[in-house]
């Protein structure tokens, strides 16, 4: 199979590869996909709780290597949007950008879902502190 | 050395250049129909043919009479399959293999099912191998044909062929064996090992594409197979077809090549095999072999690097041609059905590698093949959560994950 040049681009040079706090409050992650499966992806985001803004992201990605291009690609995206504009990242814009082929759709898909995995983990974070400091 | 580097000979190997100057002279000057009874280029081709017919038999310990002809191994496998269950289908309608066999048997077995045989599919042991008691149970008074392969084209265990022959002897069954992998690669012998029928093809030990045989047995007991194909009544009736007097004189020379240098290659194979599974031993950890390294060809290593996914390393090493059971690199999307029957999980499967050493790798490459393979794991498993999390203490296996 021929990789896009886009793809290959990725795979060698991935970006935002790592892992951020887990317990940070600001810190949402997002695990999707399963080894049997031959996908797991971990996507973090850093957003500060004043102006909503993603100021990190990070990747970790199992999976082919359009799989690892989508990831990377998604966290390159993410810096500097909103959650709310970040929810708004579709699989198809993945797709367009990194010319996968139909087989590989799928893997794009796994960003999108990790996406807003990562995002309702921030989400559920903030939820339970706004909770909190409603209780105390 | 020269880049890429070929390491996939269970796919195909490279022709060796005594076997293209053997077959040279059969194309253009010596054309003849080996079926052509009444001149000499007719004459010329049956002779050739003949010297094929013989040397073919005298790797695997049988007469040049029990050799038919065929396109290759495929062909070979429904020609002996097929032709069996149709031949005896007075005797019996049960034929037994195993779950790792090819799929040109296995989609053969298929194929008879729909016409009212019964199939059994044997699983394997975690080394790969067939259970023989459990083989020796499967066995009933309708069984006719136990189809099991000498080598496995992915993980290169050999099963237990000579054991197999004894029981099949003593039960006065028949006994296939798809033996393309192991023959010029180990010692085959059809009257050591009781085989009836075997497949072989050119093109896995140094000859051409499109020329396989069938080995048929002749005596004790006197085999026969109902034709696949109809027309000239070419190979004594069981397959028809003119003669591919190139691609068997080629064969035939491959044949004879692998028959003088065996012995010293098998031990070239498997020091360089044994080389490269060390080194990548001692520089990663968590690397599993898939299958027994205790009855194996000794060109094939077949080995999972635990949290790298297959498809995304052989990226990785895109100047060397390999394999993986990864399900990313296969049409189908499901990963080896072969590494699965060994029941190891899916996810080693995912993250397999098939190295296939052949005759003309260098020791070189095999230093440049390690190294270059364990930078590529060390980088993806920087790159792996499963690393991390593994790394982490976390057991993987109790993990609730979210299968899509």
């Known amino acids: 199979m021929a990789y896009s040049n886009k793809v290959l681009d990725h795979y060698n040079n991935p970006r935002n590869v790592g892992s951020l706090d887990k317990s940070d409050p600001n810190v949402g992650t997002g695990m999707v996909g399963a080894p049997e499966c031959g996908d797991v992806m971990k996507l973090q985001v850093k957003v500060n709780p004043e102006t909503g803004v993603i100021e990190d992201a990070k990747f970790k990605t199992f999976g082919c290597g359009s799989a690892i291009a989508s990831s990377s690609l998604a966290t390159e995206w993410l810096h500097g949007k909103t959650v709310d504009e970040a929810l708004q990242i579709k699989n198809t814009d993945i797709v367009n950008e990194l010319s996968l082929p139909p087989v590989k759709i799928h893997c794009s898909v796994l960003a999108e879902d990790a996406i807003k995995a990562a995002i309702a983990d921030y989400k559920k974070k903030t939820g339970s502190r706004q909770e909190q400091m409603a209780s105390q | ?404």
């Not at chain 2, 034929?95 to 090819?102: F, K, S």
Request: hydrophobic share 40%; net charge neutral; aromatic share 6%.
């Open chain 2, 1 to 404: 050395m020269k880049l890429p580097i070929y390491m996939d000979n269970h796919a195909t190997s490279p022709m060796d250049p005594r076997v293209f100057e053997a077959m040279r002279p059969y194309f253009t000057e010596i054309f003849g129909n080996s079926a052509s009874r009444n001149h000499s280029f007719g004459w010329q081709a049956e002779e050739a043919v003949e010297k094929s017919r013989k040397q073919i038999a005298d790797l695997i310990g049988a007469t040049p009479k029990e050799i038919v002809f065929t396109s290759g191994a495929t062909e070979s496998n429904n020609l002996a399959i097929k032709g069996v269950a149709q031949m005896y289908a007075e005797k019996g309608n049960h034929i037994i293999t195993a779950a790792t066999e090819h799929k040109a048997v296995l989609d053969t077995c298929k194929h008879l099912e729909k016409d009212g045989i019964r199939v059994t599919y044997l699983p394997v042991q975690t080394n790969g191998l067939v259970d023989l008691d459990a083989l020796k149970d499967a066995i009933t008074d309708k069984t006719i044909l136990i189809t099991i392969m000498y080598a496995n084209n992915e993980i290169g265990v050999l099963q237990p062929i000579a054991e197999i022959g004894k029981l099949c002897k003593s039960k006065g069954v028949l006994l296939h064996t798809d033996a393309t992998q192991a023959v010029g690669k180990v010692p085959v012998n059809v009257i050591k090992d009781n085989i009836d029928l075997l497949s072989l093809t050119g093109h896995k030990i140094y000859g051409p594409k499109g020329a396989g045989a069938l080995y048929v047995r002749r005596k004790s007991p006197r085999v026969q197979v109902t034709a696949q194909m109809d027309g000239g009544g070419h190979e004594r009736g069981m397959r028809s077809g003119t003669l591919n007097v190139p691609g068997i004189v080629g064969l035939g020379e491959a044949c004879a090549i692998c028959n003088a240098e065996m012995a010293q290659e098998s031990k070239r194979m498997s020091y360089l095999r044994d080389k490269l599974k060390g080194k990548l031993e001692k520089e990663l950890d968590e690397v599993y072999v898939n299958g027994t390294m205790d009855s194996r060809l000794p060109n094939n290593l077949n080995i999972s690097f635990a949290y790298v996914e297959g498809e995304s390393l052989l990226m990785g090493i895109n100047d060397i041609a390999v394999s993986s059971g990864s399900a990313c690199t296969s049409a189908t999307l499901e990963p080896s059905y072969v590494l699965k029957a060994l029941g190891a999980g899916d996810d080693l499967a995912h993250s397999s590698i098939r190295f296939g050493l052949g005759r003309f790798n260098t020791e070189e490459e095999v230093d440049y093949v390690a190294n270059k393979v364990i930078d590529v794991v060390k980088k993806l498993r920087e790159l792996s959560p499963l690393y991390e999390m593994a790394k982490e203490g976390v057991d993987l296996s109790k993990v609730q994950w979210a299968a899509h």
